[in-house]
């Protein structure tokens, strides 16, 4: 039992200064420590959430999909990395939101924070200016290249990457195209600005995709045991690409 003199307020107050490292290990203290911090839209995680994103995230329609503190502030730490992408992208001051800059004749790419091995796994990836000739989302391992000359399919170009070309809706893996997809007659294409959901199963080894809520089949099978990251690579000058963690995914 947690002690009547340590109310509400004061374990409020204490859980706002911990990392969240240190959150996770209270939650595993007592009941009542965990229902305290389960409530995703405490003032404790609203501290964090607000400490830690930035300013024009938070306000944003970009993180509409993840409605609690606890989630917004979860999908910031698995978004793009500023230290795992192409010398031709940056994370713009949103976190959440890549830019490729007008290089010529270079295809670049960009991984997120945290990769998967375990588990089930849902992102939302939002193309949101022009696709070129080549647009690619999917997940690869950290051996992956994130650069290349050339406008090519980076992401599905060797054997430690997977993609769906939004462009012209094929799959590709290991430099081949892996047929097309969906697999619909007169699939439509892409449409800037469109939410693409990417499902990863790391317990079945699959690799899917949704597009308005319509589950667009599997695309991918016998994925490796090894850690598998969200990934997009991109050619056109001044495009921009972002993505927000959801968590795991909802079934039905």
Not at 128 to 144: C, H, N, Q, R
Not at 220 to 225: E, T
């Amino acid at each position: 039992m947690v002690d009547p003199l340590c109310n509400y307020n004061v374990l409020e107050s204490i859980f706002s200064y911990l990392e969240l490292n240190d959150l996770n290990r209270c939650s595993q203290v007592c009941k009542s420590w965990y229902h305290f911090l389960n409530d995703e839209n405490s003032d404790v995680w609203r501290w964090h959430c607000l400490r830690k994103l930035p300013k024009e995230a938070v306000k944003s329609d970009l993180l509409s999909s993840v409605t609690t503190y606890k989630t917004k502030l979860r999908a910031y730490l698995h978004a793009w990395s500023p230290n795992d992408c192409s010398r031709n992208v940056y994370v713009k001051p949103n976190g959440f939101t890549l830019h490729r800059n007008p290089v010529a004749q270079s295809t670049d790419a960009a991984r997120g924070k945290i990769g998967f091995r375990h588990g089930r796994h849902a992102w939302e990836v939002i193309w949101e200016g022009p696709l070129g000739t080549v647009a690619v989302i999917g997940i690869s391992t950290k051996e992956a290249a994130l650069q290349c000359h050339g406008y090519v399919a980076l992401l599905g170009s060797d054997d430690q990457s997977w993609g769906w070309n939004l462009v012209e809706n094929h799959l590709l893996h290991n430099g081949d195209t892996q047929g097309s997809y969906p697999l619909l007659n007169n699939a439509p294409k892409y449409q800037v600005g469109e939410r693409i959901r990417v499902i990863l199963d790391c317990d079945d080894n699959t690799l899917s995709f949704e597009k308005n809520y319509e589950f667009l089949g599997v695309a991918f099978r016998g994925l490796p045991d090894k850690k598998l990251y969200p990934t997009v690579s991109a050619v056109y000058g001044n495009t921009e690409v972002s993505m927000v963690y959801l968590g795991t995914p909802l079934d039905g």
